[in-house]
């Protein structure tokens, strides 16, 4: 019978370290938050992709959440070509 295990995250599940399932977080939220924008904007992907100065494939992974396909820095490149800036903001744990 093996034992089981909770976390506090899915992000905590899958990742060996708590600075590995931050950095998880960061980029899922910060996609999450891109996404929306794409989609409020009522672009299509390949809208999308140029205005973010990406390949439509690479706008096609964004949008379908593949986290581990995107650095933060390449996020946050893609927040702003599209007119954002990214805010930091740190708390406690």
């Not at 089981?4 to 977080?25: F, G």
């Not at 379908?64 to 903001?89: C, K, M, P, W």
């Amino acid at each position: 019978m093996s034992k089981s295990e909770t976390y506090a995250s899915v992000w905590d599940a899958i990742v060996d370290t708590p600075e590995q399932a931050a950095n998880l977080r960061a980029r899922a939220e910060l996609m999450q938050k891109i996404a929306a924008i794409v989609q409020e904007s009522g672009w299509t992907q390949v809208e999308a992709a140029a205005r973010c100065g990406v390949t439509q494939p690479r706008m096609n992974d964004l949008l379908r959440g593949r986290v581990s396909r995107f650095s933060l820095d390449a996020l946050v490149n893609i927040a702003t070509a599209i007119g954002r800036r990214v805010h930091v903001e740190l708390e406690a744990a």
